[in-house]
């Protein structure tokens, strides 16, 4: 279509997620500062052709008040965000409930919560009816900003009740879910209280989308078996109604990534870090500090390559960074403290006056300092227990064009159907097996390194970030038109 200057009119596109990419502060009761994240959705959804995007969410304070809320909205919009207002009672059932407690360790194969069964019931189903509350509120703001041919592009298992609120508001509305977690085995689903209302909920977009093939196979198999739907090469149908099922993987931005490392801070920071760490090897873990990437076991694995490796003692060093999450959480308390135990334990034991085998530190790092942290790391160390992707594994094989490092990556992570035939895939669990692929990845000739790092470079700038978006959008444009075709048949 055209509009009235003759140019094309650009797709509006509605990215509806949990958090918006902002990080708000307020200032004053009706100023506020925002600090736009650069990180991978956004450039993703920048990077979509003819796509006007705009983002809706939740901006992760509680505003209680009209003041702050109309500042805030007024200060988003110039940043393409409408924010969703939570207050702290939904916050604590939905986010750090439902999805989090419940949700996020379920779909990472981690079961549910086990500590007290009768009360664990009880908030259950007012944390699921906190979530369906929370989806609802997403759902009004989505509807108070669409516009007829606007494409709603839903993201995560934060908002699953989500398609089917949509559904209800506008039949026609082109609805896409994505979910960036795994979908696990029907036998896991199966074991949710709420697993049916869930599904359908989700079968209510028009396309549903996951990082691998398995995962969509995965939500097919619970559609049939939980449901007892019919399963189709394209996706779930229910009543004539198909709803199509199919595996999108995600990337990066690989091109930031490359860009970043001509900085000339950047190459600064890499000349450092390599004088810092002259006559030994890097190996890095990058992660959120999160029971589902399996940190403890990855130091566990570098202590028994240690131990069998003394000749390797002096000659090698981990940096593991770990930015602390959902700090107010007693389990994942405990899992920093678990890991700060093993990592003391092991520098007393391995380290000397002058050298410690392992730095962690539990924080973030910047852009800059993480891409040259990238570049001079000789073994990266992907050991997820489950993760839908893992992006850490692209972005530090994007960082390593000059250095060919080897990535050591975990079979349970999505990014192993990607990259598996350049890593060396490791069952996390298994330390003697990670510890031995530790020794096999310093041990390396350069000829396979450089075999394994190329064809991973070419998978990791060929299927970007981008395409990812784009792809997706374009095929929830199609399986609408193609829907409306079958019905007219
Ligand atoms: P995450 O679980 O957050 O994402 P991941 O894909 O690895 O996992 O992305 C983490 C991002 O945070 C990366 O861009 C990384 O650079 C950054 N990051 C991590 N630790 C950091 C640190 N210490 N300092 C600075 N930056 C850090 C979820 C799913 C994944 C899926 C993504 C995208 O759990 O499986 O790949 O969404 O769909």
């Not at 594994?393 to 000059?402: K, L, P, R, T």
Request: glycine share 6%.
């Amino acid at each position: 279509c055209g509009a009235a200057d003759g140019k094309p009119m650009k797709q509006r596109l509605l990215v509806v997620a949990n958090r918006l990419p902002v990080s708000a502060v307020r200032l004053g009761e009706d100023s506020w500062s925002l600090d736009i994240s650069a990180g991978g959705l956004v450039s993703a959804l920048l990077g979509v052709r003819d796509v006007d995007a705009k983002w809706i969410g939740w901006a992760g304070v509680n505003v209680p008040d009209e003041v702050g809320q109309r500042a805030l909205t007024k200060a988003l919009a110039e940043k393409r965000c409408i924010p969703v207002f939570l207050d702290e009672e939904i916050v604590h059932q939905y986010y750090n409930g439902y999805c989090n407690n419940i949700l996020w360790p379920l779909f990472h194969y981690l079961g549910l919560p086990q500590e007290d069964r009768l009360a664990t019931t009880r908030s259950f189903q007012s944390q699921f009816d906190a979530y369906k509350k929370a989806n609802q509120m997403f759902a009004d703001v989505v509807n108070q900003h669409y516009e007829d041919g606007d494409v709603v592009w839903c993201h995560d298992y934060h908002l699953m009740f989500l398609p089917k609120c949509l559904k209800d508001f506008d039949s026609k509305m082109k609805v896409g879910w994505f979910l960036h977690t795994p979908f696990p085995s029907s036998e896991i689903h199966r074991t949710l209280p709420s697993r049916s209302e869930l599904l359908r909920s989700v079968l209510a977009a028009d396309l549903v989308g996951f990082h691998t093939y398995d995962y969509a196979r995965h939500f097919v198999s619970a559609c049939t078996r939980i449901l007892g739907l019919e399963g189709t090469p394209e996706g779930v149908e229910d009543q004539g109604k198909l709803t199509r099922v199919a595996a999108f993987p995600i990337g990066i931005d690989s091109e930031r990534f490359k860009r970043a490392l001509e900085f000339p801070a950047v190459k600064v920071h890499i000349n450092e870090l390599k004088q810092r760490f002259t006559g030994r090897k890097v190996m890095l873990g990058v992660d959120r500090l999160d029971m589902i990437k399996g940190i403890p076991q990855k130091i566990l694995a570098f202590e028994k390559f240690l131990e069998e490796n003394p000749a390797w003692r002096d000659k090698v060093v981990l940096l593991q960074i770990a930015v602390p999450t959902r700090t107010d959480v007693p389990e994942y308390q405990k899992l920093t403290s678990q890991v700060h135990e093993i990592v003391g334990r092991i520098n007393g034991r391995f380290g000397t006056l002058t050298a410690v085998p392992i730095h962690h530190l539990d924080r973030s790092l910047d852009f800059h300092a993480l891409c040259a942290l990238y570049a001079v790391t000789d073994v990266a160390l992907v050991t997820s227990l489950r993760d839908g992707m893992n992006l850490v594994s692209y972005e530090f094989v994007a960082c390593q064009g000059a250095k060919k490092g080897v990535l050591i990556l975990s079979e349970f992570a999505g990014a192993a159907q990607s990259l598996g035939a350049g890593a060396l895939l490791v069952n996390p669990w298994n330390i003697t097996e990670v510890a031995n692929s530790i020794a096999y990845a310093l041990n390396m000739p350069a000829d396979e390194r450089e075999k394994r790092h190329r064809h991973n470079y070419a998978h990791v700038t060929t299927h970007t970030a981008q395409d990812w978006a784009e792809t997706f959008v374009s095929e929830l444009n199609d399986t609408v038109v193609e829907a409306q075709l079958r019905t007219r048949q």
